[in-house]
């Protein structure tokens, strides 16, 4: 590997383990706030739910969307602007977006690694297995109560909460119905996930799922994704749905924007 591309995936990793930097102007649109303290995550998280127009309006239950980096100043704006845009043109189906906040990211997305290389990154914690029981005992009973909401729920996220929604899909598939993923960080662990892939779905559950997820052109993140995607085509349970988007033309820092579109289209519908 020459020094510019080494250079660059150590920049990439950097940026996937720390709060995104890019700033971007996006409306912030009505929406609700609650805390809900918690004992697997031992504090307080903020949590950001939008809920589409016409939730008011009649006494229906929706379907809801999680999302990590789900903070005012994060990526919740721009996702809940987007689904409004889909839903009034009639591209989607109405949904609730329920935005997680971030206290420290890096710690919460990353699992379990054995991979002395990803000390300098992230915490060694396996924070995620603590976050996603957060998410599932908690945040979900907590949402269940003060919102009418089905039972189809799924979850989108972008580089480290690329690399949760992975984890989550491949580790506990009943979690979600449905599953998004942009570039997501699977160096992680040694590329543990892609390694074990084809094993791992070897003991998938017999249940419809849906999965999308895409790579940019970030090569330390692309080979992997593509290794995922050939274990899918070899390996996948009839009972999964899927699609992998191969986003050449795109950088890690721009995918998201990029594809959430084609991704909420394809993956909400039934």
């Known amino acids: 590997m020459n020094k510019a591309i080494f250079f660059l995936s150590i920049i990439s990793l950097i940026m996937s383990c720390k709060e995104k930097g890019m700033v971007y102007n996006d409306p912030i649109p009505l929406h609700e706030s609650l805390t809900i303290p918690s004992k697997y995550v031992n504090e307080d998280r903020v949590i950001n739910i939008w809920t589409p127009t016409n939730y008011q309006e009649s006494l229906d239950s929706f379907p809801v969307l999680y999302m990590p980096d789900g903070g005012i100043k994060e990526d919740f704006p721009h996702i809940a602007n987007t689904l409004e845009k889909l839903i009034l043109e009639n591209k989607i189906p109405p949904f609730i977006l329920v935005g997680i906040e971030n206290t420290e990211r890096g710690r919460d997305l990353t699992g379990f690694s054995e991979a002395e290389y990803d000390r300098q990154f992230c915490p060694m914690t396996d924070g995620a297995k603590d976050f996603r ?28 909460a690329g690399l949760f929604v992975m984890e989550t899909f491949f580790l506990n598939p009943n979690t979600f119905n449905f599953y998004i993923a942009m570039d997501p960080s699977l160096w992680w662990n040694d590329h543990y996930l892609t390694k074990n892939a084809d094993s791992l779905l070897h003991e998938f559950p017999e249940q419809r799922i849906k999965l999308w997820f895409a790579g940019s052109s970030a090569g330390d993140i692309s080979k992997f994704t593509q290794s995922v995607e050939k274990s899918l085509k070899n390996n996948a349970p009839s009972t999964l749905c899927w699609k992998y988007s191969d986003e050449p033309n795109e950088k890690h820092n721009t995918i998201f924007r990029a594809t959430k579109e084609k991704a909420l289209i394809w993956t909400l519908n039934d």
Request: glycine letters at 8%; proline letters at 4%; zero cysteines.
């Open 133 to 160: 029981a957060f998410i599932s005992e908690e945040l979900m009973p907590e949402i269940s109560k003060k919102y009418r909401i089905s039972n189809k729920k799924g979850i989108i996220g972008e580089s480290l």
